[in-house]
Nanobody, 121 residues
Framework: QAQLVESGGGLVQAGGSLRLSCAAS????????MGWYRQAPEKQRELVAT???????NYADSVKGRFTISRDNAKNTVYLQMVSLKPEDTAVYYC???????????????WGQGTQVTVSS
């Protein structure tokens, strides 16, 4: 088994900053892409940012210039640094990872349990 454990969410005023972390643990051979998604009340889950094992990144237009995704491959951990937060960033943020449990094995897609980010105006 494997799991993703998120931390770092909370309540912050508009203009503030937060840093989310997500650590993958368990039966993991290698991790490919990792990313962050979010889901606001009554809205669909949407992509926030992704990062490949080589460090290539992709961001939603709504967060470009404000959010930075990074990863520590040695720790199997992905981070999301969020600055200049806006009330519309309020959502549950989910970590996502694609990984193999053994060499040449199938790719698994795992999700974290989610962490709440609330930005007050």
């Amino acid at each position: 088994q494997a799991q993703l454990v998120e931390s770092g969410g909370g309540l912050v005023q508009a203009g503030g900053s937060l840093r989310l972390s997500c650590a993958a643990s368990g039966s993991i051979f290698s991790i490919n892409a990792m990313g962050w998604y979010r889901q606001a009340p009554e809205k669909q889950r949407e992509l926030v940012a992704t990062i490949t094992s080589g460090g290539s990144t992709n961001y939603a237009d709504s967060v470009k210039g404000r959010f930075t995704i990074s990863r520590d491959n040695a720790k199997n951990t992905v981070y999301l640094q969020m600055v200049s937060l806006k009330p519309e960033d309020t959502a549950v943020y989910y970590c996502n990872a694609h990984f193999r449990r053994r060499e040449y094995g199938p790719m698994y897609n795992y999700w974290g349990q989610g962490t709440q980010v609330t930005v007050s105006s």
